[in-house]
């Protein structure tokens, strides 16, 4: 039975569906409060809601379950303030999503919700959700990498000044979120947890990905899931993340970029602050494609021969728990051929890590292979210490090994120094993913790595059952 105070409002204000108008602020109420609890789809009320008070106006999501059921689109907001104090909750209507999800234009992918403006605020204070209900995805999916037509649950584009904090994200689709073509965009106070309860992973559930944008900050964030934690794309400048916690994922990664030779990629000015990666198969690392284009990759995807630069990057407090591979830079990210493998011509330069501390699952500390035709200057450690798991725990412990390769100024001294010991050859090929000690990898042909699925599912990828997978490192 509705509220008196709700059917006073109701009979008050101008009504549409279920969106109470007062004024220049809406109200949005469940389609489900009249079916007698059933869910039926939110997406029209939702919409109405947006183009009633999305200008000037505020939006506001009582505590309800809403249905989406449709694609959004709500990229025209001016001075708008949107409240959720509720859940957002996609249908698993796989067929709908694949024939109707937005494209964002990049490689290929799609979303659900393209949400933008200028001047706006989405506060979630702590218990706003969106449920992506993820499971049917991830058993759809059966491991695969880009599908297309899954969508990213979140997309922010063409936004300026925009604020989005105290929201959580559970079971995405697909990418949590995506930040494209932007300004000035500040997420804070986050959670996001995507995990499966069978045998299919959590494949591609990025935390966020930034992509044409500047001036974008992330401010205490969690984050549980099947890759990338804050993934920086091309042509990102001034991207400042600080206090974040990720379990399971890929790491902090800048890249990949160098894709598509039609469109080069700048990455400037990006610090990654106050970190802390537990059970991960990355850390801190750098991911661009081959110079020369592939059809075929590990990635479901294509591409590789693109330009561009990463320059000025930090890595700063850095507390790693059983990470696969610390520290990294790749410059031919899925290739599958060791011959073209340092053919990229996207420079690498100024890059810092910084206070990075804690343990690795394999000997392995950093393994840092700049292309041979652009070699990476301004590259440097400072305070760096890396140490085994098992030697943490006071067991037997091959010695940590340092690999690198064509990197400028690797002997130098004096403020010059980079300090990064080198203890070996990085291949041009080596697996974005380690899944043994150096000693047995060193042995092998490197090409086209499958992680067995016996070292898939433990604490370094996402799995749906850790405890019984087992956390140990491997045996020296």
Not at 47 to 69: K, M, W
Not at 235 to 248: F, G, L, M, V
Not at 345 to 367: C, K, M, P, Y
Request: glycine share 8%; aromatic share 10%; proline share 5%.
């Amino acid at each position: 039975m509705l509220s008196a105070l709700l059917l006073l409002a109701i009979i008050a204000s101008s009504v549409t569906a279920w969106v109470v108008n007062n004024g220049t602020t809406c109200y949005v109420y469940p389609e489900s409060l009249t079916h007698f609890g059933q869910p039926v789809d939110d997406t029209p009320s939702i919409l109405q809601a947006f183009e009633l008070c999305g200008t000037n106006g505020s939006v506001i999501l009582q505590n309800y379950t809403y249905n989406i059921n449709q694609v959004m689109n709500t990229t025209t907001l001016v001075n708008c303030d949107v409240e959720l104090h509720g859940e957002m909750k996609w249908s698993d209507n796989i067929p709908y999503w694949l024939g109707h999800s937005y494209s964002v234009t990049y490689a290929n992918l799609s979303t659900a919700w393209f949400f933008g403006g200028e001047n706006v605020t989405f506060q979630g204070f702590g218990k706003g959700q969106f449920n992506g209900n993820g499971q049917a995805w991830y058993d759809e999916n059966r491991n695969n990498s880009n599908q297309p037509g899954r969508p990213i649950g979140f997309t922010i584009l063409n936004a300026k000044n925009l604020w989005m904090d105290g929201v959580s994200w559970r079971q995405a689709q697909f990418w949590h979120s995506f930040i494209s073509h932007s300004q000035n965009v500040t997420m804070s106070n986050i959670y996001m947890n995507s995990t499966s309860n069978n045998q299919w992973f959590t494949v591609n559930t990025d935390g966020t990905d930034t992509w044409n944008s500047r001036d974008i900050s992330f401010y205490n964030w969690t984050v549980e899931g099947g890759d990338d934690c804050i993934a920086i794309k091309g042509n990102s400048t001034n991207i400042y993340s600080k206090n974040i916690t990720c379990y399971r994922t890929h790491g902090m990664p800048i890249g990949s970029v160098g894709q598509d030779p039609t469109h080069p990629d700048f990455v400037n000015d990006i610090v990654y602050e106050d970190v802390h990666l537990i059970n991960s198969t990355n850390g801190a690392w750098i991911k661009a494609w081959q110079g020369k284009a592939t059809n075929v990759t590990n990635n479901g995807d294509a591409g590789g021969g693109g330009g561009g630069y990463i320059n000025n990057v930090t890595y700063r407090n850095f507390r790693i728990e059983n990470i696969g591979q610390p520290i990294s830079i790749t410059q031919c990210v899925y290739g599958h051929d060791p011959s073209v493998c340092d053919t990229s011509r996207l420079q690498i330069s100024n890059v810092t890590w910084e206070n990075i501390t804690g343990t690795s699952h394999f000997d392995v500390a950093s393994i840092i292979h700049c292309s041979r035709l652009v070699p990476c200057p301004g590259l440097k450690f400072i305070d760096v210490n890396i140490t085994t798991v098992n030697a943490s725990l006071g067991r037997p412990s091959l010695p940590q090994i340092q690999l690198c390769a064509n990197m400028i100024g690797q002997n130098a001294t004096g403020e010059d120094a980079t300090n990064i010991p080198c203890h070996g050859f990085a291949p041009n090929d080596m697996p974005n993913v380690l899944y043994r000690n150096w000693p047995e990898l060193s042995s092998e042909v490197i090409l086209s790595v499958v992680v067995p699925e016996a070292q898939r599912n433990n604490c370094l990828h996402p799995g749906p059952n850790n405890t019984a997978a087992g956390c140990d490192p491997p045996p020296y």
